[in-house]
Nanobody, 126 residues
Framework: QVQLVESGGGLVQAGGSLRLSCAASGRTFSSYAMGWFRQGPGKEREFVAGISWSGGRTYYDDSVKGRFTISRDNGKNTVFLQMNSLKPEDTAVYYC???????????????????WGQGTQVTVSS
C-alpha cells in the first residue's frame, strides 16, 4: 500500500514557476514508477510526466517538454515536478500517481497506475 500526498500548488502569473512535491508512505517507494497527471476545468485527466523507479528514465507530454522537469529522491520517498514558463493552459489540479514497476518502460495511461494522491491546484493567471 502506498499513500501519496501532493503539495506546492498555488497561484502564479504566466511565465512563473512552481515546484510540486509528492510525498509517499511505505518502505518500497523505490520499487514504484511515478507519474504526474493533471485535470483542467472541463477537461479529461491527462498525462504530464513520468519517471522510472530508479530515476534513470523520464518522459513528458509534448505540451510540457522543455518546461517541466520530473525528478525523485528515493531516500526521502518524494517525487518532484519543477514547472517553469507556466502558461494559463497549465491551470489544473495536478495529481501524482504510483505503479509498481522495476522496469524503465514508460507508461502514460492513468489506468496503469495503482495509487493516487488527492491533488493540488495550480492556477496560472494571464
Amino acid at each position: 500500500q502506498v499513500q501519496l500526498v501532493e503539495s506546492g500548488g498555488g497561484l502564479v502569473q504566466a511565465g512563473g514557476s512552481l515546484r510540486l512535491s509528492c510525498a509517499a508512505s511505505g518502505r518500497t517507494f523505490s520499487s514504484y514508477a511515478m507519474g504526474w497527471f493533471r485535470q483542467g476545468p472541463g477537461k479529461e485527466r491527462e498525462f504530464v510526466a513520468g519517471i522510472s523507479w530508479s530515476g534513470g528514465r523520464t518522459y513528458y507530454d509534448d505540451s510540457v517538454k522543455g518546461r517541466f522537469t520530473i525528478s525523485r529522491d528515493n531516500g526521502k520517498n518524494t517525487v518532484f515536478l519543477q514547472m517553469n514558463s507556466l502558461k494559463p493552459e497549465d491551470t489544473a489540479v495536478y495529481y501524482c500517481a504510483a505503479r509498481y514497476s522495476r522496469t524503465s518502460q514508460p507508461e502514460t495511461t492513468g489506468d496503469a497506475y495503482n495509487y493516487w494522491g488527492q491533488g493540488t491546484q495550480v492556477t496560472v493567471s494571464s
